[in-house]
């Protein structure tokens, strides 16, 4: 069974520019969360997709975006770079939608906005 | 805001004895609770959780206990060993909430003194 992966590992970038990270779900997972994990604090959601449709989004402004695709792997991305993007962002995937269902997380991608 | 609080940042037990983590929250929508470790350079892993129904669930040498009125929950891990050392995470949900989100505490610090 393949865990949930996440690429890039690290990542560094300029205030302005725009990222895309990638995540690719458990084997048999249909659902995709998104979190942001700044440094010293817990993960906070930012969005989650069903079967390739947003499905929540957390309070976080419209430049971060995502996608889901057939094979329920999924894109993060982030326009118009700020300081303060700089955190661990977390993808996880898990059976199904329901609050109930344990969500299996990925390594992360660590990025870093200068 | 702060939903769901974790007020010691660190904890240092000895090996063998119990330690005990705590986690309060203040939103009475949760009904459904869980705990996640996550050791350096490695995602969040699923430990173990509760539902609002219960007041007790127990996985070996984890146990997680529920006081509803006092929006009070804690793990119990008997008995702590080195490899116990990690970050711990408290998280909590709302059946209905936007996309399942988990709403995480800032997480305590498990030291295991061999």
């Known amino acids: 069974e393949t865990g949930v992966t996440q690429s890039p590992t690290h990542l560094i970038k300029t205030r302005g520019q725009q990222v895309t990270l990638r995540c690719s779900s458990q084997?048999?997972?249909?659902?995709v969360s998104w979190y942001q994990q700044a440094l010293g604090q817990g993960p906070q959601f930012i969005f989650q997709?069903?079967?390739?449709?947003?499905?929540g989004r957390g309070n976080f402004p419209p430049r971060f975006s995502g996608l889901q695709f057939p094979n329920y792997s999924s894109e993060l991305n982030v326009n118009a770079l700020e300081l303060d993007d700089s955190a661990l962002y977390l993808c996880?995937?898990?059976?199904?939608?329901?609050?109930?269902?344990?969500?299996?997380f990925g390594n992360g991608t660590r990025l870093t906005v200068t | 805001d702060q939903q769901v609080k974790q007020n010691s940042p660190s904890l240092s037990v000895q090996e063998g004895r119990i330690s005990i983590l705590n986690c309060d929250y203040t939103?009475?929508?949760?009904?459904?609770f869980l705990w996640y470790k996550k050791y350096p350079a490695e995602g969040p892993t699923f430990l173990i959780s509760?539902?609002?129904?219960?007041d007790k669930n127990e996985d070996g040498r984890f146990t997680v206990f529920l006081n509803k009125s006092a929006k009070h929950l804690s793990l119990h891990i008997v008995p702590s060993q080195p490899g116990d050392s990690a970050v711990y995470f408290c998280?909590?949900?709302?059946?209905?909430?936007?996309?399942?989100?988990?709403?995480f505490g800032t997480g305590t610090r498990l030291a295991v003194r061999p």
């Open positions: 084997s048999g997972h249909n659902t």
């Open positions: 509760i539902s609002s129904i219960k």
């Open positions: 939103n009475s929508m949760f009904d459904y």
């Open positions: 996880a995937s898990s059976l199904d939608r329901g609050y109930n269902s344990p969500l299996h």
């Open positions: 998280a909590a949900s709302a059946q209905g909430s936007s996309g399942d989100k988990l709403t």
């Open positions: 997709y069903y079967r390739e449709e947003e499905n």
